[in-house]
Protein backbone atom coordinates (compact mmCIF):
# COMPACT_ATOMS: atom_id res chain seq x y z
CA UNK A 1 0.00 0.00 0.00
CA UNK A 2 2.38 2.30 1.13
CA UNK A 3 4.47 1.50 -2.31
CA UNK A 4 1.54 1.88 -4.57
CA UNK A 5 0.72 5.57 -2.82
CA UNK A 6 4.33 6.61 -3.46
CA UNK A 7 3.97 5.98 -7.15
CA UNK A 8 1.91 8.93 -7.17
CA UNK A 9 3.73 11.50 -5.21
CA UNK A 10 5.73 13.95 -7.53
CA UNK A 11 9.00 13.90 -6.53
CA UNK A 12 11.87 16.65 -7.65
CA UNK A 13 15.48 15.60 -8.58
CA UNK A 14 18.47 18.24 -8.72
CA UNK A 15 21.13 18.29 -11.88
CA UNK A 16 24.53 20.24 -11.51
CA UNK A 17 24.95 21.04 -15.37
CA UNK A 18 26.83 23.39 -18.25
CA UNK A 19 24.99 26.24 -18.43
CA UNK A 20 25.16 26.39 -22.66
CA UNK A 21 21.36 28.45 -22.75
CA UNK A 22 21.76 31.82 -24.72
CA UNK A 23 20.22 33.88 -22.07
CA UNK A 24 19.98 37.51 -22.04
CA UNK A 25 23.06 39.84 -21.66
CA UNK A 26 21.68 41.83 -18.70
CA UNK A 27 20.98 40.99 -15.32
CA UNK A 28 18.43 42.08 -12.76
CA UNK A 29 19.29 43.52 -9.31
CA UNK A 30 16.38 44.08 -6.86
CA UNK A 31 17.75 45.56 -3.64
CA UNK A 32 16.36 46.73 -0.48
CA UNK A 33 19.02 48.19 1.69
CA UNK A 34 19.18 50.68 4.94
CA UNK A 35 22.03 52.16 5.96
CA UNK A 36 21.64 53.72 9.63
CA UNK A 37 23.53 56.03 9.83
CA UNK A 38 24.61 57.87 6.46
CA UNK A 39 21.93 60.50 4.81
CA UNK A 40 20.18 59.98 1.91
CA UNK A 41 21.68 63.56 0.29
CA UNK A 42 25.32 61.78 -0.05
CA UNK A 43 24.39 57.83 -0.86
CA UNK A 44 25.00 56.97 -4.38
CA UNK A 45 24.81 52.99 -5.58
CA UNK A 46 27.47 52.35 -8.33
CA UNK A 47 28.36 49.41 -10.30
CA UNK A 48 31.31 48.41 -12.61
CA UNK A 49 31.89 44.91 -14.02
CA UNK A 50 34.80 43.19 -15.79
CA UNK A 51 35.24 45.12 -18.63
CA UNK A 52 35.84 48.11 -16.49
CA UNK A 53 33.06 50.29 -17.36
CA UNK A 54 31.69 52.24 -14.28
CA UNK A 55 27.93 53.93 -13.65
CA UNK A 56 28.05 56.48 -11.20
CA UNK A 57 24.75 57.12 -9.16
CA UNK A 58 23.32 53.75 -11.67
CA UNK A 59 19.78 54.95 -12.92
CA UNK A 60 16.76 52.72 -12.79
CA UNK A 61 14.01 52.16 -10.04
CA UNK A 62 15.84 52.81 -7.39
CA UNK A 63 14.24 54.88 -4.26
CA UNK A 64 15.93 57.00 -1.72
CA UNK A 65 13.72 57.27 1.95
CA UNK A 66 15.52 59.56 4.15
CA UNK A 67 14.90 57.69 8.00
CA UNK A 68 15.32 59.48 11.51
CA UNK A 69 18.00 57.89 14.29
CA UNK A 70 15.10 55.65 15.54
CA UNK A 71 14.88 54.64 11.35
CA UNK A 72 11.39 55.52 10.94
CA UNK A 73 10.55 57.43 7.71
CA UNK A 74 10.47 60.74 7.84
CA UNK A 75 7.99 63.02 7.43
CA UNK A 76 8.28 65.01 3.90
CA UNK A 77 5.88 66.58 0.88
CA UNK A 78 3.77 63.87 -1.47
CA UNK A 79 5.93 65.79 -4.12
CA UNK A 80 9.36 64.13 -2.67
CA UNK A 81 7.89 60.72 -1.42
CA UNK A 82 9.10 58.49 -3.97
CA UNK A 83 11.34 60.30 -5.32
CA UNK A 84 14.31 58.66 -7.47
CA UNK A 85 17.83 59.50 -6.35
CA UNK A 86 19.21 60.96 -8.90
CA UNK A 87 16.75 63.67 -9.48
CA UNK A 88 17.47 64.93 -6.03
CA UNK A 89 19.15 68.51 -5.14
CA UNK A 90 20.14 69.88 -1.88
CA UNK A 91 22.23 72.06 -0.22
CA UNK A 92 25.58 71.59 1.63
CA UNK A 93 23.11 72.96 5.23
CA UNK A 94 20.73 69.77 4.53
CA UNK A 95 23.97 67.64 4.97
CA UNK A 96 25.27 69.64 7.78
CA UNK A 97 21.23 68.90 9.37
CA UNK A 98 21.20 65.19 8.30
CA UNK A 99 24.34 64.21 9.77
CA UNK A 100 24.09 65.95 13.07
CA UNK A 101 20.60 64.29 13.33
CA UNK A 102 21.77 60.99 12.58
CA UNK A 103 19.86 60.32 9.70
CA UNK A 104 19.88 57.55 8.26
CA UNK A 105 18.65 55.86 4.44
CA UNK A 106 16.85 53.41 2.82
CA UNK A 107 17.72 52.65 -0.88
CA UNK A 108 14.66 50.27 -3.05
CA UNK A 109 14.04 49.42 -6.43
CA UNK A 110 16.19 47.40 -8.81
CA UNK A 111 18.58 48.17 -11.33
CA UNK A 112 20.05 46.14 -14.69
CA UNK A 113 23.89 45.22 -15.04
CA UNK A 114 25.61 43.71 -18.10
CA UNK A 115 25.79 39.48 -16.95
CA UNK A 116 29.41 40.02 -16.74
CA UNK A 117 31.30 39.82 -13.15
CA UNK A 118 31.54 42.99 -11.40
CA UNK A 119 30.06 44.94 -8.28
CA UNK A 120 27.58 47.84 -7.31
CA UNK A 121 28.27 49.72 -4.24
CA UNK A 122 26.88 52.37 -1.33
CA UNK A 123 29.40 54.91 -1.52
CA UNK A 124 29.08 59.13 -1.27
CA UNK A 125 31.89 58.95 -4.29
CA UNK A 126 29.28 60.82 -6.39
CA UNK A 127 29.37 63.73 -3.93
CA UNK A 128 32.79 64.07 -3.42
CA UNK A 129 32.71 67.86 -3.56
CA UNK A 130 29.99 68.30 -1.18
CA UNK A 131 31.94 66.28 1.22
CA UNK A 132 35.15 68.40 0.84
CA UNK A 133 32.60 71.62 1.31
CA UNK A 134 31.42 69.98 4.19
CA UNK A 135 34.72 69.56 5.71
CA UNK A 136 35.55 73.41 4.37
CA UNK A 137 32.94 74.30 7.04
CA UNK A 138 34.57 72.61 9.31
CA UNK A 139 32.17 69.97 10.04
CA UNK A 140 34.01 66.42 10.63
CA UNK A 141 32.52 63.34 8.23
CA UNK A 142 31.75 59.84 10.55
CA UNK A 143 31.12 57.38 8.25
CA UNK A 144 29.29 54.86 10.25
CA UNK A 145 28.35 51.64 7.55
CA UNK A 146 25.94 49.91 10.36
CA UNK A 147 23.33 48.73 7.84
CA UNK A 148 20.70 45.94 7.03
CA UNK A 149 20.00 43.57 3.97
CA UNK A 150 16.45 43.66 3.84
CA UNK A 151 16.28 42.12 0.68
CA UNK A 152 18.42 40.98 -2.56
CA UNK A 153 18.03 38.66 -5.15
CA UNK A 154 18.39 38.46 -8.95
CA UNK A 155 16.03 38.36 -12.05
CA UNK A 156 12.26 39.03 -11.38
CA UNK A 157 10.56 39.14 -8.46
CA UNK A 158 7.25 37.32 -9.69
CA UNK A 159 9.06 34.20 -10.92
CA UNK A 160 10.84 34.11 -7.70
CA UNK A 161 7.69 34.13 -5.55
CA UNK A 162 6.23 31.69 -8.21
CA UNK A 163 9.20 29.52 -8.15
CA UNK A 164 9.00 29.26 -4.32
CA UNK A 165 5.02 28.57 -4.32
CA UNK A 166 5.82 25.51 -6.64
CA UNK A 167 9.01 23.96 -5.98
CA UNK A 168 10.41 25.27 -2.60
CA UNK A 169 13.66 24.15 -4.10
CA UNK A 170 17.27 26.29 -3.79
CA UNK A 171 18.38 28.97 -2.07
CA UNK A 172 17.55 32.58 -3.65
CA UNK A 173 17.54 35.23 -1.14
CA UNK A 174 20.14 34.26 1.49
CA UNK A 175 21.21 37.67 2.58
CA UNK A 176 17.89 39.05 3.34
CA UNK A 177 17.56 40.34 7.18
CA UNK A 178 21.22 40.20 7.48
CA UNK A 179 22.60 43.56 10.06
CA UNK A 180 25.93 44.46 10.79
CA UNK A 181 27.14 47.07 13.14
CA UNK A 182 30.63 48.97 11.70
CA UNK A 183 31.04 52.06 13.37
CA UNK A 184 35.11 52.19 12.75
CA UNK A 185 36.70 54.65 10.25
CA UNK A 186 38.37 53.49 7.28
CA UNK A 187 37.16 49.94 6.54
CA UNK A 188 36.07 48.66 3.04
CA UNK A 189 32.83 46.08 3.87
CA UNK A 190 33.43 43.23 1.14
CA UNK A 191 30.32 40.61 0.39
CA UNK A 192 31.61 38.20 -2.08
CA UNK A 193 28.30 36.88 -4.14
CA UNK A 194 28.43 33.63 -6.48
CA UNK A 195 25.43 33.72 -8.94
CA UNK A 196 24.31 30.16 -10.04
CA UNK A 197 21.70 30.11 -13.12
CA UNK A 198 19.06 27.72 -12.10
CA UNK A 199 16.34 25.88 -13.76
CA UNK A 200 13.08 24.75 -12.82
CA UNK A 201 11.18 22.16 -15.30
CA UNK A 202 7.30 21.12 -13.89
CA UNK A 203 5.38 18.45 -13.93
CA UNK A 204 3.88 19.81 -17.32
CA UNK A 205 7.24 20.92 -18.88
CA UNK A 206 6.38 24.03 -18.08
CA UNK A 207 10.56 25.93 -17.33
CA UNK A 208 11.40 28.88 -14.99
CA UNK A 209 14.30 30.84 -14.72
CA UNK A 210 16.00 32.25 -11.27
CA UNK A 211 19.30 32.62 -9.95
CA UNK A 212 20.30 31.13 -6.62
CA UNK A 213 23.21 32.50 -4.84
CA UNK A 214 25.59 32.12 -2.06
CA UNK A 215 27.93 34.96 -0.35
CA UNK A 216 30.86 35.77 2.09
CA UNK A 217 31.24 38.98 3.75
CA UNK A 218 35.14 40.25 4.43
CA UNK A 219 36.07 43.42 6.22
CA UNK A 220 39.69 45.61 4.97
CA UNK A 221 41.39 48.89 5.45
CA UNK A 222 39.91 51.46 2.69
CA UNK A 223 43.25 53.27 2.89
CA UNK A 224 42.10 56.93 1.96
CA UNK A 225 39.00 55.72 -0.43
CA UNK A 226 35.75 56.61 1.38
CA UNK A 227 34.65 53.97 3.53
CA UNK A 228 32.32 51.65 0.99
CA UNK A 229 30.10 48.72 0.69
CA UNK A 230 30.97 46.42 -1.95
CA UNK A 231 28.70 43.22 -3.77
CA UNK A 232 30.61 41.58 -5.90
CA UNK A 233 29.22 39.12 -7.80
CA UNK A 234 30.60 36.63 -10.07
CA UNK A 235 27.76 34.18 -11.88
CA UNK A 236 28.81 30.35 -12.39
CA UNK A 237 29.13 29.12 -15.97
CA UNK A 238 27.17 25.92 -14.47
CA UNK A 239 23.75 25.72 -13.85
CA UNK A 240 21.23 24.10 -11.07
CA UNK A 241 18.17 22.30 -12.83
CA UNK A 242 15.17 21.05 -10.82
CA UNK A 243 12.65 18.58 -12.42
CA UNK A 244 9.33 17.03 -10.80
CA UNK A 245 8.85 13.68 -11.92
CA UNK A 246 6.43 11.09 -11.17
CA UNK A 247 8.44 7.72 -10.78
CA UNK A 248 8.45 5.22 -14.15
CA UNK A 249 5.74 2.64 -14.65
CA UNK A 250 8.50 -0.19 -14.64
CA UNK A 251 10.19 1.38 -11.32
CA UNK A 252 6.43 1.51 -9.26
CA UNK A 253 5.94 -2.13 -10.94
CA UNK A 254 9.74 -3.87 -9.92
CA UNK A 255 9.03 -2.67 -6.29
CA UNK A 256 5.84 -3.85 -5.49
CA UNK A 257 7.11 -7.13 -7.54
CA UNK A 258 10.18 -7.32 -5.10
CA UNK A 259 7.95 -6.73 -2.31
CA UNK A 260 5.27 -9.54 -2.84
CA UNK A 261 8.79 -11.89 -3.87
CA UNK A 262 10.20 -10.70 -0.51
CA UNK A 263 6.92 -11.66 1.39
CA UNK A 264 7.01 -15.24 -0.48
CA UNK A 265 10.86 -15.76 1.12
CA UNK A 266 10.08 -14.60 4.62
CA UNK A 267 6.87 -16.88 4.43
CA UNK A 268 9.18 -19.92 3.29
CA UNK A 269 11.82 -18.77 6.22
CA UNK A 270 8.91 -19.03 9.28
CA UNK A 271 7.45 -22.24 7.27
CA UNK A 272 10.65 -23.70 7.17
CA UNK A 273 11.58 -22.87 10.73
CA UNK A 274 7.74 -23.73 12.03
CA UNK A 275 8.30 -27.24 9.98
CA UNK A 276 11.74 -28.46 12.17
CA UNK A 277 10.38 -27.24 15.51
CA UNK A 278 7.17 -29.45 15.16
CA UNK A 279 9.60 -32.17 13.66
CA UNK A 280 12.22 -32.13 16.18
CA UNK A 281 9.15 -32.25 18.98
CA UNK A 282 7.54 -35.16 17.45
CA UNK A 283 10.76 -36.80 17.73
CA UNK A 284 11.17 -35.91 21.28
CA UNK A 285 7.05 -37.94 22.01
CA UNK A 286 8.01 -41.04 19.88
CA UNK A 287 11.52 -41.41 21.97
CA UNK A 288 9.86 -40.98 25.18
Same mark, same amino acid.
Given at each position: MF???????I???? !??L????????????????T??RI?C????M?????T?????????T????S???????????????????E?????? !???????????????????????????F?V????????????????Q????N??H???H??????K?????? !???????????????????TQ??????Y????P????????K?????????????????????????????????????????????????????????F?????????????????R??????
Amino acid at each position: MFEFKNYFIIKTKS !ELLIDNSKSSSSLRINVDLTMHRIPCYILNMDISDFTGAHTSNVKGTLIKRSLDKDGKMLKMDSSDVGKKHEEEKFTT !EDVIKAFNENQGCRLTGSFEVMRLPGNFHVASHTFAPILREFRDKGQQIHFNLTHTIHHISFEDEKDINLIR !EKFNEGIMTPMDGFYLVDDTQGTLLNYYINIIPTEYEDIDGKTYHAFQFTYKQKKVDSGRMIPTIFFRYDISPMKMKYTKYYPGHFDGLINICAIVGGMFTIAGIIDSILLRVFKSQREVKGSV
